[in-house]
């Protein structure tokens, strides 16, 4: 059965995280973005009502929430603001790993942390010279005696400068490719540096910074799943996550659309609102049908998740089509404004700066294509760990 409605708990998710983002975030989001503030308040206090770590599990004190869950969620933070939701969410990436990965013990040692404090947690993937091409990284760990030694440096990690541990993929086997990298749990401490904060063009309240790590030591029990299968943990972690990216992007799209549409009925050209402009009314027509179509991609391939089915290819499908949708319909949303558009006394253009990341970060649109291409010319059976829960 095939069945969009949400359930009266879905709905009361998702009214709880919109007033959040109407009251707590909304009213302040251009002021954060015009200064790029780090905003601690906001991450406090939604620590506080429940919407960070929404997925850890209920065993280590987690709320539980399922991937669905999750997009709903997203989806209303991010029309707040999407640099907001960025920095709430990225323990969602970052511990996505580690239950993956962790062994008992170690999962219930850091899920307890998040949850008992609004705590950060940063997730370590991308070197200067190794984006999309993962396997290129640098990053190194030599295993002594019960110990890791980690050096390298990892940039554009969300939440950099103040999280509190973090998930550093490294070559534990450089000769070997994509087969020697290993993942470790690495938490703070003064071998930790950060190097840069970025500015950036948008979701200016989120932190993006430069992190190297200077011989700094990991009890090997803090290696994630087997060491060498640091990649493939890695592709399984963003095939989690990419559902929600795809859900903040349907965020930022709605919030332009829905200022273009009261904006289109205020604003009158040759004698009447412009949103009687036939011109007008097609550009509102192809954004309304962007963000409904991003919607579903990202909750189709949330849902699989909940099903314990994998969705490798939704997840593109959904992460690529919702990315560029948001650029697209933000890009019209400041046409239909006209030059206000352009003007930072008029809201769209931060939406339009926000949603250019989208296309960016966790895999760019060209890479999602890349996987669309290959999961449909040449599908691969990827055996999973049956753990697989995170
Ligand atoms: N699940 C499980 N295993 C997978 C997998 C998946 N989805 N995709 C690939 N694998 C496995 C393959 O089966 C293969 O396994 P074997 O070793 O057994 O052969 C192995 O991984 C290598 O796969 P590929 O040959 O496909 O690897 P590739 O080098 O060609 O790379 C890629 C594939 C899709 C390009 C990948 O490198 C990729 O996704 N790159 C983008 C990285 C990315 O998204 N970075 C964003 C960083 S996170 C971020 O943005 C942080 C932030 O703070 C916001």
Same mark, same amino acid.
């Given at each position: 059965m095939v069945d969009f409605s949400l359930t009266d708990e879905q709905k009361n998710l998702r009214e709880l995280a919109h007033d959040f983002a109407a @009251?707590?975030?909304?009213?302040?989001?251009?002021?954060?973005? !015009?200064? =790029?503030?780090?905003?601690? %308040?906001?991450?406090?206090?939604?620590?506080?009502?429940?919407?960070?770590?929404?997925?850890?599990?209920?065993?280590y004190g987690g709320p539980g929430l399922d991937y669905l869950d999750g997009c709903i969620i997203e989806e209303e933070l991010s029309w707040g603001c999407s640099g907001v939701q960025t920095s709430l969410g990225a323990n969602g990436l /970052? *511990? %996505?790993?580690?239950?993956?990965?962790? =062994?008992? &013990?170690?999962?219930?040692?850091?899920?307890?942390?998040?949850?008992?404090?609004?705590?950060?947690? =940063?997730?370590?993937?991308?070197?200067?010279d190794a984006g999309s091409d993962v396997s290129g990284m640098r990053t190194r760990a030599v295993r002594k005696g019960d110990k890791y030694v980690i050096n390298g440096s990892k940039c554009f990690i969300t939440n950099g400068s103040y999280a509190d541990w973090f998930v550093v993929y490294a070559k534990t086997d450089p000769e070997a490719?994509?087969? +020697?990298? *290993?993942?470790?749990?690495? !938490? !703070?401490?003064?071998?930790?540096?950060?190097?840069?904060?970025?500015?950036?063009l948008g979701q200016r309240a989120s932190n993006t910074a430069t992190i190297t790590f200077n011989e700094t030591e990991v009890d090997a029990r803090y290696l994630l799943g087997e060491e060498n299968k640091g990649f493939k943990l890695a592709m399984m972690v963003l095939d989690r996550t990419r559902p929600g990216v795809a859900a903040m992007a349907t965020g930022i799209a709605r919030a332009a659309f829905e200022f273009a549409c009261d904006y289109s009925k205020e !604003?009158?050209?040759f004698g009447v609102p412009i949103a009687m402009h036939q011109a007008i009314q097609f550009m509102i027509a192809d954004m309304a049908t962007k963000v409904h179509? =991003?919607?579903?991609? /990202?909750?189709?391939? %949330?849902?699989?998740? &909940?099903? +314990?089915? @994998?969705?490798?290819?939704?997840? *593109?499908?959904?992460k690529r089509f919702a990315a560029d949708s948001a650029m697209e319909v933000t890009t019209d949303a400041v046409q239909v404004y006209g030059g206000y558009g352009f003007i930072k006394d008029y809201p769209v253009e931060k939406l339009m700066r926000d949603a250019k990341i989208m296309q960016l970060y966790e895999g760019t649109s060209q890479i999602q294509r890349l996987v669309i291409a290959r999961e449909t010319l040449l599908p691969r059976r990827i055996e999973e760990p049956a753990t697989a829960t995170a």
């Open positions: @009251r707590e975030i909304r009213p302040v989001a251009w002021e954060l973005d !015009r200064d =790029s503030t780090w905003p601690q %308040a906001i991450i406090d206090k939604a620590h506080e009502v429940g919407l960070m770590n929404t997925h850890l599990p209920e065993q /970052a *511990s %996505a790993p580690v239950m993956l990965g962790g =062994s008992e &013990d170690v999962k219930r040692e850091f899920a307890e942390e998040l949850v008992a404090e609004p705590k950060l947690a =940063s997730f370590c993937l991308t070197e200067p490719g994509h087969r +020697g990298i *290993s993942a470790f749990l690495v !938490r !703070r401490d003064d071998t930790v540096i950060v190097d840069k904060k970025e500015d950036k !604003r009158v050209q179509l =991003s919607r579903l991609a /990202a909750w189709n391939s %949330a849902v699989l998740l &909940d099903q +314990g089915k @994998r969705n490798t290819l939704e997840s *593109s499908h959904a």
